[in-house]
């Protein structure tokens, strides 16, 4: 029979054992939800709420922290995460610049990162550091192939971009210029502006003065508004495209009159009414609804973004728990490797199909041509 030293070194023993048999998964999550990316963050931090609260049978318990839409504060928000909290995984953060300072981070700790961000600078060119990252929103190329190919059908020849100059604006610049050049359409004109800045008249002037049939903006969430009102009061007649960045209702209510008749390629949350019936567009309403009742109106699709990281996470924790416990670096690489070997998986954006080499692994059914008709979002005739 055990001496009652020994029964009080098992218990000991068995207590200090329980929390790392039955630890959470922890997974962190940042968002701009104050500050001028609080358009794409604020319906980001509010969809933490309806992340799943269990993963491959484990409890799972997010961390939310607000950056301010200040890169500074997102590297020091995923420093707390990473080596204060021990995430397992990290949603996050909102903005494309924000995010591509954080990713040495993410990388150096061997920390999945899913990034709800427009640029595919995140994940594009893949590279060691990259690969510790997924993308939860489509690839520039993806969107903006399905516009050169309506500009190319409607005779579109010369075009002029506006772009915001950070790692969005850019990367847009970069596949307009490759997939314009392939379809025979010159840009003469190529403008760019800070999403701070309160006036661009000098850009849309140049732009004005290059006559293009069309003008593509290259910019996300609010920062979209500007440069298409002002090419309007300048008197601007030719068609104004825009990219998945202004894919929101604010774009609706901040723009008015002045873009009406916009053109832009996204995901089918923005009009679920009129597309056939898939599973993507089932998981798209579930999550409009829960949205909608717990916070009494719709969420724009960059809270999408941040449920589809939930479903991903969801997805690929039971084969990650194989390999290791919550809480461990096994169990963050099995869990990397888990998030790479997605397939077929629904989501309110499209599907995902995750490779070594395609960390975002969207197709077409990730994207639908849309329009502005009567104030609203309508499926593009």
């Known amino acids: ?21 039955s630890a959470d998964i922890k997974v962190g999550v940042v968002t701009s939800s104050t500050g001028p990316i609080a358009l794409v ?53 909102s903005g494309s610049g924000n995010a591509m300072g954080v990713i040495q981070f993410a ?17 594009l060119p893949m590279t060691e550091e990259k690969k510790w990252v997924f ?21 579109i020849k010369t075009i002029g971009l506006i772009g915001t100059a950070d790692p969005y604006g ?6 307009m210029t490759e997939l314009t050049a392939k379809a025979g359409i010159s ?18 002037l140049k732009v004005l003065m290059a006559s293009p049939d069309a003008v593509l903006i290259a910019a996300p969430g609010s920062s979209s508004v500007m440069p298409q009102t002002t090419l309007k009061e300048q008197g601007y007649q030719g068609k104004i495209y825009q990219t998945h960045g202004a894919a929101l209702d604010p774009f609706l209510r901040l723009g008015g009159k002045a873009v ?16 056939p019936d898939s599973p993507s567009k089932t998981i798209a309403t579930q999550y409009v609804n829960d949205y909608s009742k717990i916070f009494g109106s719709a969420p724009a699709t960059f809270g999408g973004n941040v449920y589809d990281a939930g479903l991903l996470l969801k997805n690929a924790v039971p084969t990650a728990l194989e390999k290791g416990k919550p809480g461990t670096p096994e169990f963050r690489a099995a869990l990397r490797e888990a998030l790479e070997n997605t ?39």
């Open 260 to 275: 009406e008749g916009t053109i832009l390629a996204a995901s089918l949350m923005l009009v679920l009414d009129e597309v």
């Open 107 to 123: 990388a150096e700790s061997g920390t999945p990162m899913l990034a709800p961000v427009g640029t595919a600078a995140v994940v």
């Open 187 to 204: 840009i003469v004109a190529n403008e760019h502006f800070q999403r701070q800045d309160t006036s661009i008249t000098g850009q849309s």
């Open 170 to 175: 850019e990367n847009w610049s970069k596949v």
């Open 1 to 21: 029979m055990p001496s009652k030293k020994m029964l009080s070194a098992l218990i000991l023993a068995s207590a200090m054992a329980a929390p790392l048999a």
């Open 135 to 155: 993308k939860t929103t489509q690839n520039d190329d993806l969107i903006a192939a399905a516009l050169v190919d309506q500009m190319k059908a409607t005779g």
């Open 343 to 381: 397939h077929e998986l629904a989501a309110t954006q499209g599907v995902y199909n995750l490779t070594p080499a395609d960390h975002s692994g969207f197709d077409e059914r990730g994207r639908e041509l849309i329009t502005v008709k009567g104030g609203k979002w309508a499926l593009l005739d």
């Open 41 to 93: 963050g604020i319906p980001q931090k509010n969809t933490v709420a309806l992340l799943p609260d269990r993963m491959g049978g484990e409890k799972v318990t997010y961390i939310s922290l607000d950056d301010g839409s200040d890169p500074t504060a997102t590297v020091k928000a995923f420093k707390k995460l990473i080596d204060e909290e021990h995430v397992d995984a990290i949603i996050g953060p």
